[in-house]
Every structure is written in C-alpha cells, then in structure tokens.
C-alpha cells in the first residue's frame, strides 16, 4: 500500500519490510544491481552472447523440501514447464541455441540423494547442466548472478528467486507468490494446478526480450 502511494518528501516507517508488491521500486533494485557489478563484476556459469538463449531453472530443495514441501514446486511441476517451454522455442524460435541451466542446493549429507532425484526426474530433458550446491546461492554469487543475466527464470516458490526477477531484466515465469508475480510485461503466468501457460503470450514476451536485448545485451552484465 504505501509503495502504491508513495509521495515524496515524507518519511515512511513500516513495522514489517516484507511487503507484497515491490513492483513500483523495481527499476531501483534493477539499477542498483547493475551499479553493484559494474564495481563488483561477477562471471556467470555460462557463456552469454548473440543467438544463446539461456534458460535457468531454480528447483528449491535444500533449505525446505525435507520440512515443508509445501512451499516448493515438486520435480513433475518442471518436467512438464520445461518440456513445453523447448517446445515453444524450438516450433517459434528454432534459430536459437536454447541452454537451460538447473539450480538447486543440499546439505552435503543430502547432496548424493538430490543428485539421484533430479537426475531421475530431468534425464529425457535436454538440460545443459545441473548446477548443485551445499548452500543456498549467495547474492553476490556466480550462481545468483547468472539467475539473473538468463533470458528466462523459471522460478520455484522463493523468495530468492524473486529477488532475482525482480534484479532481472529477462523473462520470468513463475506461479502466483506471496509477492507480486506481475510487474511488468517481463513476466509470465504459470497456473499453479495445471502448470501451463499462454504459449502465445510466452511466444510474445520472447519476442519483445529479444529486442530489448538489442539495446542491452546481457554481455554488459556477464
């Protein structure tokens, strides 16, 4: 509410920093990321140029899956977004070197029983890699940052993944969230029971990322 009704010169004191909607600041985290890595460069955990599009999965697992597996996405859920999202691509947009990049994290006991899991649900897709690892993925990050230089963000219930959309100036898709899920034309709906979503309006978001990228290219970022 107060973001919505901002006005300038008057100070706002919030007893509770975790608002729903950060979608009228959310050029200002954007812009000061960019001003973050410029001074900090980070490197992604892919390669980034004309032609690639990188996709990255973020699949939530080690700080909740074994507690509250209600709060992440089940491996089902990103077998079936995946799989229509290459479809997608590969019918609309077959010039593209489609990359999609997994994330997830464990706790070193766990991390042989995350590798057997994902391995068993995502071995027909076409996943570039898995990236793994024993905690969750700093800000400051190569892991967080390439979340955030992708082209697409398929997002798990997180807030990290959020923060990252909202950081992002690719696509993002994502089920409805404790947050705002709908800033912008950037991203996309999924349905939360049904996992799907408008192919024609993800063949339009694509579209319109591909000429924006033109005028930034993520390389600036990389």
Request: glycine fraction near 0%; aromatic fraction near 22%; hydrophobic fraction near 45%.
């Given at each position: 509410r107060i973001r919505e009704e901002f006005k300038p010169g008057i100070l706002y004191l919030v007893d509770h920093g975790d608002l729903f909607n950060h979608c009228p600041s959310n050029f200002?985290?954007?812009e000061q990321y960019i001003a973050t890595r410029k001074a900090q460069p980070v490197q992604a955990r892919f390669p980034i140029g004309e032609g690639v599009f990188n996709i990255?999965?973020?699949v939530r697992r080690g700080d909740v899956y074994s507690t509250h597996a209600d709060r992440v996405h089940d491996n089902a859920f990103f077998v079936k977004v995946i799989s229509a999202v290459h479809q997608a691509l590969h019918e609309h947009f077959p010039e593209l070197s489609v990359q999609t990049h997994m994330f997830s994290s464990a706790h070193p006991r766990s991390m042989s029983r995350l590798k057997i899991d994902l391995s068993r649900s995502f071995g027909g897709l076409n996943i570039t890699k898995m990236h793994l690892d024993q905690a969750?993925?700093?800000m400051g990050s190569s892991g967080f940052h390439s979340w955030i230089v992708s082209d697409l963000l398929i997002m798990d219930r997180s807030r990290f993944s959020?923060?990252?959309g909202l950081f992002s100036r690719g696509l993002k898709m994502t089920t409805p969230?404790?947050?705002?899920t709908s800033c912008d034309d950037t991203?996309?709906?999924i349905d939360d029971e049904t996992?799907?979503?408008s192919v024609d309006k993800f063949k339009s978001a694509v579209e319109r990322h591909l000429e924006r990228r033109r005028d930034f290219p993520p390389q600036l970022l990389k």
């Open positions: 200002l985290w954007t990255v999965v973020h969750t993925t700093p959020h923060l990252a969230f404790r947050y705002s991203w996309i709906s996992s799907t979503f």
